[in-house]
């Protein structure tokens, strides 16, 4: 069982800066993979970025390349997305997820076992 806390959202202008923060609980973080999920009203839950179990390899949707990276601390059972330039159309609420399998896997969203109660993310224009 892996529980999961996010922490970091808030309000902020477009064009501004956020880091979010997962932490996790349970044992053999390490073997998971995580990944950040955005969903807004009205909206399908999306992924936004998915990090492997040791860090090395990184997936972000085309809509936050270049303004978002994830990372993750094992020694801290953490994983954070960073995010900058924001943007109105990012608002919504964001939740990390903990999966385990193969690289590809971490695309899909539904390999996802585990989930945070999420934090809400408002860009203002």
């Known amino acids: 069982q892996v529980q999961l806390v996010e922490s970091g959202g808030g309000l902020v202008q477009a064009g501004g800066s956020l880091r979010l923060s997962c932490a996790a609980s349970?044992?053999?973080?390490?073997?998971?993979?995580m990944g950040w999920f955005r969903q807004a009203p009205g909206k399908e839950r999306e992924l936004d970025a998915a990090i492997s179990g040791g860090g090395g390899i990184t997936y972000y949707a085309d809509s936050v390349k270049g303004r978002f990276t994830i990372s993750r601390d094992n020694a801290k059972n953490t994983v954070y997305l960073q995010m900058n330039n924001l943007k109105p159309e990012d608002t919504a609420r964001y939740y990390c997820?903990?999966?385990?399998?193969?690289?590809?896997?971490?695309?899909?969203?539904?390999?996802?076992?585990?989930w945070g109660q999420g934090t809400q993310v408002t860009v203002s224009s």
């Open positions: 349970g044992r053999s973080f390490s073997t998971y993979f």
């Open positions: 997820a903990a999966g385990w399998g193969t690289i590809a896997m971490m695309r899909s969203p539904q390999k996802y076992a585990y």
